[in-house]
């Protein structure tokens, strides 16, 4: 009984994966907003109400994607901050899972689109995402964190209209950093995803051509304005 109850496994892990390849291929080829679950059936020669056993709804399948591309660019980000945690200084490892972040955002442009270009119309995320975006974010509070325990973190000052906000986020979310620097800090996140998508969704054509190392510049730039130190590769 458990070989068979192993075999139905194995075999709706393969379904779910092939749905959700061909869901992908959907979104290069037509966008989010036009996702049909009746499509994916078609193509993959299934009848409709067999893919409604796997996901029964397009919002189900949509969550499904949305949390695999988050968490394969958190995992880029992780592995980067892994790999230079004992070779580089705190700011040049801010920029070394900043150039991972753009180098899986290149590698899978409409997966990043997903989950940081326009809204899906008529998609509300549900809570399950919510752990899986913050992934990249939490590697980057990590840096910070470890830096000012190093005393290797220049802490900016705070505008006054800030400090309640920057003292809700950094109890919610960013324990044992300064509040001062988790403003700063929220504000380079953002800046960092808007430094990406405006090369993969076409805003630097014939204005820059040198689009990595302006990134590299610019990681390194905001690695400074949250305080940290070191910066070698900007």
Known sequence: M?????????????VTAAIKDEARKQLAEEGAAKLSLRAVAREL??????LYRYFPSRDDLLTA?????????????????????????????WV????AVREWGLAH???YALIHGSPVPGYIAPTDTVGPASRVGLVLID??????????????????????????????F????????????????????????????????????AREPLFRQAAGGLARSVGLRGVTTA
């Open 96 to 99: 070394a899972v900043a150039c």
């Open 143 to 172: 840096i910070v964190r470890t830096a000012f325990l190093a005393d290797d973190l220049t802490v900016p000052s705070i505008d006054p209209e800030l400090r309640a906000d920057a003292e809700r986020m950094a109890a919610e």
């Open 174 to 209: 960013a324990e044992g950093v300064p509040p001062g620097t988790v403003a700063v800090l929220v504000a380079a996140w953002a800046q960092l995803f808007g430094l990406i998508s405006f090369e993969l969704f076409g805003q630097y054509n014939r204005v820059v051509e």
């Open 2 to 14: 458990s070989s068979i109850r192993g075999a139905r496994e194995r075999a709706r892990i393969e």
């Open 109 to 111: 442009p409409h997966e």
């Open 65 to 93: 994607l949305i949390i695999d591309a988050y968490d394969a660019i958190g995992e880029a980000a992780e592995r980067a901050a892994a790999e230079s945690a004992q070779t580089l200084a705190p700011a040049d490892r």
């Open 45 to 50: 020669g299934m009848v409709s109400s067999a």
